[in-house]
């Protein structure tokens, strides 16, 4: 199991400086990825119900900064030697394929082939209005196809497509992604439609804050659905990200206001191993978490003993 971390790219926290040195930080610690989160507008009314907490509400004010995710990876790229990267995840409505698809083989070229790319289909009907995407009530079937897109430009010399939403043809586009046949695919979203998504094209299932107790069924139906697709079941595994803040001996281990238990994970690292081993036992490819509840320090801690003290407890244990 690899262990990831998201570099904030929303709010006060998050600016080149402090970006450029968790990135640097995860490297040195030994992180196998780091991932930046995708929003290009926040909408100053919000009726849509946000899908991965309790409360239903995007906890990102309108004003607040939030940097766009393909510029960014760009960004700690050139900041980073070995680490791998990418968008966790990428809501693909938002975004032309083919110029997407251009954009993130150019991502993986630059690289050397450290790019992974999460994907998704969205969750916020008032940012699909804002840039102008394809109608809301579509985002599946428009994400299969730019999936589908994507994965004819990586791979193919003449590349045809004829979709719904979009067409393909008489095109050349390179260069190709160093990776072969392509960067890994994660597939995020924790409904059904997305379960299948990942089952037909993802090398990765991507859960987002499920809480430990309800993966076992979300993972029977993504075996159910890799079987239909004729896909044996290490074609697609699945991967995990989560919430976590790591505290020292005496440090404020009290839940705050947006750290919802079986979401985010935290206390002393004990507290956290023990937390964490439900997830772990299943079995994940990646384990990737964010800090988004502290200050600069507090996030830099957390990565720190998240690295070096959590998860060695959880080897020991046989996690």
């Not at 991932?35 to 009726?47: A, E, K, L, Q, S």
């Not at 700690?76 to 968008?87: E, N, S, Y």
């Not at 993966?215 to 990200?241: D, I, K, M």
């Not at 079995?283 to 070096?308: N, Q, W, Y």
Request: proline share 10%; hydrophobic share 40%.
């Amino acid at each position: 199991m690899k262990l990831g971390f998201q570099v904030l790219n929303a709010g006060p926290l998050a600016t080149p400086t402090n970006a450029v040195e968790m990135a640097c930080r995860a490297e040195a610690l030994g992180y196998d990825s780091i991932v930046v989160t995708d929003h290009v507008v926040i909408p100053r009314r919000i009726d849509s119900q946000y899908p991965y907490n309790a409360t239903g509400r995007l906890f990102v004010p309108a004003d607040a900064d939030y940097l766009e995710p393909l510029s960014m990876l760009c960004f700690l790229a050139g900041a980073t030697r070995t680490i791998r990267f990418g968008p966790s995840v990428l809501v693909l409505p938002y975004r032309n394929p083919v110029l997407t698809a251009k954009m993130l083989a150019t991502i993986d070229v630059l690289s050397g082939g450290r790019l992974f790319v999460g994907v998704g289909a969205g969750w916020l009907a008032e940012e699909f209005t804002a840039v102008g995407a394809p109608p809301f009530g579509s985002r599946g079937a428009v994400a299969d196809e730019w999936i589908e897109i994507f994965l004819k430009l990586w791979t193919e010399g003449n590349p045809a497509f004829e979709g719904r939403f979009y067409q393909v043809r008489d095109i050349g586009c390179f260069p190709k992604p160093v990776q072969k046949p392509h960067p890994p695919l994660f597939v995020g979203g924790n409904s059904r439609p997305a379960i299948r998504r990942a089952a037909r094209y993802g090398q990765s299932w991507h859960a987002f804050r499920v809480p430990p107790d309800e993966l076992p069924p979300l993972l029977s139906y993504l075996r159910e659905q890799l079987e239909a697709h004729g896909r044996p079941p290490e074609a697609c595994g699945f991967s995990v990200r989560y919430g976590v803040r790591v505290v020292g001996p005496g440090g404020d281990a009290s839940r705050r206001d947006p750290e919802e238990p079986g979401r985010v994970f935290v206390g002393t690292a004990g507290q956290v191993a023990e937390q964490l081993k439900p997830v772990v036992e299943l079995g994940p490819t990646h384990a990737i978490f964010d800090c988004r509840t502290g200050s600069f320090p507090e996030v830099l801690e957390t990565m720190k003993r998240l690295a070096g003290d959590v998860w060695p407890k959880l080897e020991r244990a046989g996690a």
